[in-house]
Structures are given as C-alpha cells and as structure tokens.
C-alpha cells in the first residue's frame, strides 16, 4: 500500500473533493481507491468493468477518518518539525538539569560554605 497516495486520496475524501467517478480517465488512480475500498477505508459503487475497475460515489468510513488522522500523524512524526520537536524537549529537559544542578550548586556555596 502506497501511503502517500492513501493519505491524499483519504484527506480528499474527508473534505468532499474526491471525484465522484474514480475510473482510468480521473486523476485519482482507481488501483489506489480499490484498495481502500478493500480495506474498508472507502465505501463506493463498484462500476469496474472489462475496461478496468470503476467506482462510483467514493465516501470515507468511519475507519478510514480513523486511519487518515494515524496516516497523519506519521507524516507529522516522520517531517522537519515533527524530529525537530521531538529532540527540542530532550534538549530542553537537558539543559534544566544542568541549569537546576549548577543552582543547588550555588545556593549550597552561599548557605554552607
């Protein structure tokens, strides 16, 4: 399964833009649809002939939203700002350690020494 494709084919139908014939003419690859269809990410009338597969009226289930927003998340997790983000807050509690331990550091010089 082609992630990418499945994750802008599925966006396309939770906004309602998705054409409402899928066939070898539309630029959305009817292969592509057929698996979600499998998959029971899409619902659609299957027009498929000998010509190739068709699908008519293509909507999204409940478990292709479900599937979009895990699809979704990977892109955010596997993007710039998605590994930035995740290394920012080590860094960060990196730094309030040091930051917290050359305080006691000091207060202990003041008080005791």
Do not use: C
């Not at 990418?4 to 599925?10: F, S």
Request: zero cysteines.
């Amino acid at each position: 399964m082609d992630t990418d494709l499945h994750l802008l084919i599925l966006r396309q139908a939770a906004a309602g833009t998705l054409p409402a014939n899928v066939d070898a003419n539309s630029p959305v690859p009817a292969e592509a649809v057929r698996d979600l269809i499998e998959s029971g990410h899409l619902e659609a009338i299957d027009a498929s002939s000998l010509s190739g597969p068709a699908f008519v009226d293509p909507r999204i289930t409940v478990a292709g939203r479900e599937y979009l927003s895990v699809l979704e998340e990977r892109a955010r997790a596997a993007s710039l700002t998605g590994k930035a983000g995740k290394h920012v807050s080590s860094l960060l509690k990196w730094v309030f350690g040091i930051v917290a331990a050359l305080l006691v550091a000091f207060l202990t010089k003041q008080f005791v020494g």
